[in-house]
């Protein structure tokens, strides 16, 4: 698990972990070194919600960490796919997803994306550190939940490193990960768990539909699929738990 889980950081942020060959072939087929990763991840990006900061600069802290940690590899992924929804016909789709000049239909997902994770993260920040901690770091893990659920039960598409994670693995792999997953929910304060459930729940929940839409208009899940799912599981999720938070 070591090894695949250096091997899923390697791939999923810019850390500087190595991994090499024996790395990337252990995290192909080892779905649950997603989730793993996104506790590194989250944990690292919820460090700014802890700070004795004002709400909007701790909201801004959390995006600046999480995109220097992860980089903008999975962003690209989105505006890819964000160009391809806005294409007509497979072969504008496929051309779009190759271009690397981003149209307006990237321009507008990207930009919806960022806007509505910087209002979730002014949402998570008003609820005090404790909870907001842990809700980025629970938005975190979900979004990879989503991306190791695509993996283990995704079509492969055209050949690229993303694609070369998606069917490696089975439906039982899953267990894994829903395994790894669950700390992020049972180890919470009074009153959260349930708020945590639905932030953990929401990022397969989204990924499953960009898997869908990928299969039939991509031809299975690429790497841009992947990116795509991570960036919009990881909005929801977190609104989710903000949501699920205020009302409960």
């Known amino acids: 698990m070591l090894t695949a889980v250096r091997g899923a950081l390697a791939f999923l942020t810019r850390l500087p972990v190595g991994g090499g060959e024996a790395g990337w072939d252990a995290f192909r087929r080892t779905p649950a070194a997603f989730v793993v990763a996104g506790y590194v991840v989250g944990g690292l990006a919820a460090l700014p919600l802890l700070l004795p900061v004002p709400v909007s600069t701790a909201a801004a802290l959390y995006l600046a960490t999480l995109y220097l940690v992860t980089g903008v590899t999975h962003v690209d992924g989105l505006a890819d796919c ?5 294409a007509h016909g497979a072969d504008d789709r496929r051309s779009a997803l190759k271009d690397s000049r981003i149209g307006v239909g990237g321009l507008l997902v990207v930009g919806l994306a960022l806007l509505a994770l910087a209002f979730g993260a002014l949402g998570v ?19 990879k939940v989503g991306m190791a659920t695509l993996a283990a039960l995704g079509t492969p598409g055209h050949e ?28 919470a304060p009074a009153g959260a768990t349930p708020a945590l459930v639905v932030t953990l729940l929401a990022g397969p929940a989204v990924a499953l539909p960009v898997g869908r839409w990928a299969t039939a208009h991509l031809g299975g899940v690429t790497g841009d699929a992947l990116g795509a799912a991570n960036e919009l599981a990881r909005v929801v999720a977190l609104h989710a738990g903000v949501v699920a938070w205020t009302l409960w």
């Open 125 to 143: 920040a008003g609820a005090g550190p404790r909870i907001a901690a842990r809700l980025i770091l629970a938005s975190e893990v979900s979004a």
């Open 160 to 187: 690229g490193l993303g694609s070369a994670v998606v069917g490696e693995s089975n439906g039982a792999a899953l267990l894994p990960v829903v395994v790894a997953a669950a700390p992020a929910a049972l180890l």
């Open 82 to 86: 964000g160009d391809a929804a806005a």
